[in-house]
């Protein structure tokens, strides 16, 4: 005999908590904070959002006393590279050119599998630890990320990155990928296609990755403008901007998510804007302050509704994968781009950070809300620190006074992956100690070779 659902015991119940929702899950209403609230989850699933004293006599699997904290909907990193957390710090304070030929593309030569289930799984550790559950990655060897997703109880979007110089053998490399792992790890996992970037992948080889795209319903990952110094250098080359290279090959007629942008000329917005797929950009603002670039121009994005994500970029630019901080980063560096203090709000900063992320990495009807129907990936923060309080606007603390350190629990699919600060599926000490082992080998750059050579144009 079978259990009615309403009898049976939900798998989580959350207590005590204030409740960040919004008005409309799917981005166009406002945010708003919900006082002493309960939440229950089943099957992965939010299954209401609620009072204490409805689910009082509720029976549970497991029962969390939230009381002091805040849920949230947890924390999207749209754009990253997760291996290289093993280059954390090794090419400080030079410009792109140097950071990529001298150090970064010569060490990726030396990378092998284990290298980057390793670098991997340090990365998923420290990103549940900041409050984390999606990340979208664009890397080498993803199956061996897919690996340490599937380990450490993450969601992901993961794409095999490819350039042209690899042959056509590195765009059906990405595409068999991406066809394999689709849905994999209990549908945490789903996948993109990856080319490069416009500088790296020519002309034909986007075209195909969009009918590619098109044919078999899949998110392309790329990165394109990242800098004003890549722009000017394609018009000058070609006689028109990366993001028009992506026109001509069709990726702006599928569903496209773009990292950094920053590059963006006024007339590549009347271009998006033309856009028939669903575009979004990835912005990770302490990577541009360190190499001297502009800021991506959400303000200008919002105007033709195009969706703009968080995102950290790879731990060897941005030195940490910490979502939390890009927040409050990008609340600071738009009012200075814009030199406006109204923008970008603190309630804005909230919605890049959940359901415009969420959108921008092709999960916005499953993730980035807390609402009855999603699957219950959150977290919990502790407001209660000195540096929280008072609490006069929820809002404005969350982005300004919090830290990723303030998270106490992460949840996906209704799993506890760390609870008040312990993580509960992976062993760092266990990944450090092998990591630093390789680490000799992995970063030794005497061989004079590269895995390519940055040309912008």
């Known amino acids: 005999m079978t259990t009615a659902p309403e009898s049976r015991p939900a798998d989580l119940v959350i207590t005590g908590c204030t409740t960040l929702t919004h008005d409309d899950p799917h981005g166009a209403g406002g945010i708003g904070f919900v006082e002493d609230?309960?939440?229950?989850?089943?099957?992965?699933?939010?299954?209401?959002?609620?009072?204490?004293?409805?689910?009082?006599?509720?029976?549970?699997?497991?029962?969390?006393?939230?009381?002091?904290?805040?849920?949230?909907?947890?924390?999207?990193?749209?754009?990253?590279?997760?291996?290289m957390v093993?280059?954390?710090?090794?090419?400080?304070?030079?410009?792109?050119?140097?950071?990529?030929?001298?150090?970064?593309?010569?060490?990726?030569?030396?990378?092998?599998?284990?290298d980057v289930e390793l670098g991997a799984l340090?990365?998923?550790?420290?990103?549940?630890?900041?409050?984390?559950?999606?990340?979208?990655?664009?890397?080498?060897?993803?199956?061996?990320?897919?690996?340490?997703?599937?380990?450490?109880?993450?969601?992901?979007?993961?794409?095999?990155?490819?350039?042209?110089?690899?042959?056509?053998?590195g765009r059906e490399r990405s595409l068999d990928f991406a066809l394999r792992l689709r849905d994999a790890a209990d549908g945490r996992i789903t996948t993109s296609l990856a080319p490069h970037a416009p500088y790296t992948v020519n002309d034909d080889d986007l075209a195909a990755t969009a009918?590619?795209?098109?044919?078999?319903?899949?998110?392309?990952?790329?990165?394109?403008?990242?800098?004003?110094?890549?722009?000017?250098?394609?018009?000058?080359?070609?006689?028109?901007?990366?993001?028009?290279?992506?026109?001509?090959?069709?990726?702006?007629?599928?569903?496209?998510?773009?990292?950094?942008?920053?590059?963006?000329?006024?007339?590549?917005?009347?271009?998006?804007?033309?856009?028939?797929?669903?575009?979004?950009?990835?912005?990770?603002?302490?990577?541009?302050?360190?190499?001297?670039?502009d800021m991506t121009p959400m303000r200008a994005l919002a105007s033709i509704g195009v969706p703009v994500g968080l995102a950290t970029d790879g731990a060897a630019s941005n030195n940490t994968l910490d979502v939390w901080e890009s927040m409050t980063l990008t609340g600071l560096t738009q009012k200075s781009a814009e030199r406006d203090p109204g923008w970008l709000t603190a309630r804005q900063a909230l919605d890049h950070a959940t359901t415009q992320s969420a959108r921008a990495v092709g999960l916005g009807d499953r993730i980035g809300a807390l609402a009855p129907g999603r699957r219950a990936d959150l977290i919990l923060v502790d407001l209660t620190g000195p540096h929280t309080q008072p609490?006069?606007?929820?809002?404005?603390?969350?982005?300004?006074?919090?830290?990723?350190?303030?998270?106490?629990?992460?949840?996906?699919?209704?799993?506890?992956?760390?609870?008040?600060?312990?993580?509960?599926?992976?062993?760092?000490?266990?990944?450090?100690?092998?990591?630093?082992?390789?680490?000799?080998?992995?970063?030794?750059?005497?061989?004079?070779?590269?895995?390519q050579d940055y040309d912008p144009a």
Not at 59 to 64: G, K, L, S, Y
Not at 429 to 445: F, G, H, N, Q, W
Request: proline share 4%.
């Open 211 to 293: 009918e590619l795209a098109r044919e078999h319903g899949l998110l392309v990952h790329i990165h394109a403008a990242e800098n004003g110094d890549q722009t000017a250098a394609s018009v000058a080359a070609h006689g028109h901007t990366p993001i028009e290279a992506l026109r001509r090959a069709g990726l702006l007629d599928v569903d496209l998510l773009v990292a950094h942008g920053t590059g963006l000329t006024d007339d590549d917005f009347v271009v998006l804007g033309r856009g028939t797929g669903h575009i979004a950009f990835a912005t990770a603002p302490k990577g541009y302050l360190k190499f001297g670039w």
């Open 37 to 83: 609230s309960a939440i229950v989850v089943r099957e992965g699933v939010i299954e209401s959002i609620t009072t204490p004293e409805a689910v009082a006599g509720l029976p549970a699997v497991e029962r969390v006393d939230a009381r002091g904290q805040l849920a949230m909907p947890g924390l999207i990193n749209c754009h990253t590279h997760t291996p």
């Open 122 to 169: 340090l990365a998923c550790a420290e990103m549940i630890r900041g409050g984390v559950t999606t990340f979208a990655d664009h890397y080498f060897s993803m199956d061996a990320i897919a690996a340490a997703t599937e380990a450490s109880g993450l969601r992901a979007n993961l794409g095999w990155g490819f350039f042209s110089s690899e042959g056509a053998a």
């Open 86 to 114: 093993a280059f954390r710090g090794i090419a400080e304070d030079v410009p792109i050119e140097e950071w990529f030929n001298d150090w970064i593309w010569p060490i990726e030569v030396n990378l092998t599998d284990r």
């Open 391 to 451: 609490i006069h606007d929820h809002a404005a603390t969350l982005v300004f006074s919090a830290r990723s350190a303030d998270v106490l629990t992460t949840i996906v699919d209704g799993r506890i992956l760390m609870r008040d600060r312990k993580l509960l599926t992976l062993d760092v000490p266990r990944i450090v100690e092998e990591m630093t082992t390789r680490l000799p080998a992995l970063t030794d750059r005497g061989h004079g070779r590269r895995v």
